[in-house]
């Protein structure tokens, strides 16, 4: 089992940036990708990006630009880093990891941009 546990989410003003972190625990040793999705007020769930055990990231092409995925894998920590940010931005963010073939998720960061 791996628990995830997201952190850095709170209210923001536009313009500013702010870095969620997203800690794994438990059985942490095989955990291949890890991603970030964003979950908007009444919409669906979508992805932000992923990014591998190497340091590949791949991001959804609405985010490009704004939204930096890095990972430290000694601490099994993986980050999003937003910058400039919009009132659309507002959602509830969660960090998700693969490993052994199952997708562990994490219980989620709010994030509020006020304008």
């Known amino acids: 089992q791996v628990q995830l546990v997201e952190s850095g989410g709170g209210l923001v003003q536009a313009g500013g940036s702010l870095r969620l972190s997203c800690v794994a625990s438990?059985?942490?040793?095989?955990?291949?990708?890890m991603g970030w999705y964003l979950q908007a007020p009444g919409k669906q769930r979508e992805l932000v990006g992923t990014?591998?055990?190497?340091?590949?990231?791949n991001y959804a092409d609405s985010v490009k630009g704004r939204f930096t995925i890095s990972r430290n894998n000694a601490k099994n920590t993986v980050y999003l880093e937003i910058n400039s940010l919009k009132p659309e931005d507002t959602a509830v963010y969660y960090c998700?990891?693969?490993?052994?073939?199952?997708?562990?998720w994490g219980q989620g960061t709010q994030v509020t941009v006020s304008s």
């Open positions: 990014i591998t055990s190497g340091g590949r990231t």
């Open positions: 998700n990891a693969l490993r052994a073939g199952t997708l562990y």
């Open positions: 438990g059985s942490t040793f095989g955990i291949s990708t």
